[in-house]
C-alpha cells in the first residue's frame, strides 16, 4: 500500500510532526507499506500559521487547492490511497470527484469512528477559535446529534505551541487533560483531538484515557480507514459512489479545465 498523506500545515516548521505520521504508518503497516508526508510550502503561508489565515474563507480555499492538486498526482503517480490530514479538511467532494483512487479524510474518518464507539463525544482542539470551525465541520457530516461540546485548550494557543510541545510536553498536555475532564463532566466518553499536530503530541506521550474515557488517536484511526477502503475497493469492488456523489470527468476534461 502506497499512501500519500496531504497536510495542510507547513511541515518545516512543524517540528517531527511528519515523521510521527511515517513511525505511526510503519507500526500499523510494517515494512510492506509506505507513506509519503506532505505539507504546504512555507512560503505560501507568509510567516503565518494555518489557524491564522484559515479563519478567512478566501485565503483557505486558495492555499488547501494544493490539496486537490496533490491528490490527483497522487492518482496519476501510482500511489493506492490518499489521505486529507487536516480536520479543515479542505474540498474533500471535489477530491474524490478528481481522483479514482480512495480518498480519507483525518477529520471524516475520526468522527464516522467515534459515532460507532460511543454515544456521546468531544472535540478538543487549540482555542475556542479553531473549535468555531470544528462545529461547522461536524454539522456538515451530520455527527451533531452525538456531539457533547467541543472545548478550546487556550485561547492564545496556536499550531506554534503545538509544534513546541514535542520538546516538551507536560504543560500542553495539562492543558488538554483539563479541557477532557471537563467535556467528560459534561457527558462525553470519547474524545477526539481536533487538530493533526495535536493528536501526534498525545500519541507520542502515550495518552489513552482521561477520566474514564478513551481519547481517540485520530490520524491511527484515519489511517486504518484509507487502509480498509482500499482493501474494500480491491476485494469487494466497493468504492466511492460515482453515479452521483463523486463522478470523476473524463480525463481529458479534467486536464482540459485544470
Not at 2 to 13: A, F, G
Not at 99 to 107: F, G, N, Q, Y
Not at 148 to 177: C, L, N, Q, W
Request: glycine letters at 8%.
Amino acid at each position: 500500500m502506497r499512501i500519500w498523506y496531504q497536510s495542510m500545515t507547513c511541515l518545516e516548521d512543524s517540528g517531527p510532526y511528519g515523521d510521527t505520521i511515517a513511525t505511526m504508518s510503519r507500526r500499523l503497516f510494517g515494512d510492506g507499506s509506505t507513506i509519503s508526508v506532505h505539507g504546504i510550502e512555507k512560503e505560501k503561508f507568509m510567516g503565518h500559521v494555518p489557524g491564522e489565515v484559515f479563519k478567512y474563507p478566501l485565503i483557505k480555499s486558495v492555499l488547501q487547492r494544493t490539496s486537490v492538486d496533490a491528490a490527483i498526482e497522487a492518482d496519476r503517480t501510482g500511489y493506492d490511497v490518499f489521505i486529507i490530514g487536516s480536520f479543515s479538511e479542505p474540498y474533500l467532494k471535489e477530491t474524490r470527484s478528481a481522483v479514482t483512487i480512495p480518498v480519507a479524510s483525518l477529520a471524516e474518518s475520526t468522527l464516522t469512528t467515534a459515532w460507532c464507539l460511543s454515544e456521546r463525544f468531544a472535540l478538543i482542539t487549540l482555542s475556542d477559535a479553531y473549535g468555531r470551525r470544528l462545529r461547522d465541520l461536524v454539522r456538515r457530516h451530520g455527527f451533531e446529534p452525538r456531539l457533547s461540546g467541543i472545548y478550546g485548550m487556550d485561547e492564545s494557543y496556536t499550531e506554534r505551541h503545538a509544534t513546541k510541545a514535542f520538546d516538551d510536553p507536560k504543560a500542553f498536555v495539562d492543558k488538554f487533560t483539563h479541557a477532557a475532564k471537563c467535556a467528560v463532566a459534561d457527558g462525553a466518553d470519547l474524545i477526539i483531538p481536533g487538530e493533526g499536530v495535536l493528536n501526534q503530541v498525545l500519541a507520542q506521550v502515550g495518552i489513552s484515557e482521561i477520566a474514564g474515557a478513551t481519547v481517540v488517536d485520530s490520524t491511527a484511526v484515519c489511517l486504518l480507514h484509507a487502509q480498509m477502503l482500499l482493501r474494500m475497493k480491491e476485494e469487494l469492488g466497493l468504492g466511492h459512489a460515482r453515479k452521483y456523489s463523486y463522478p470523476v470527468p473524463p480525463k481529458e476534461m479534467l486536464e482540459k479545465f485544470l
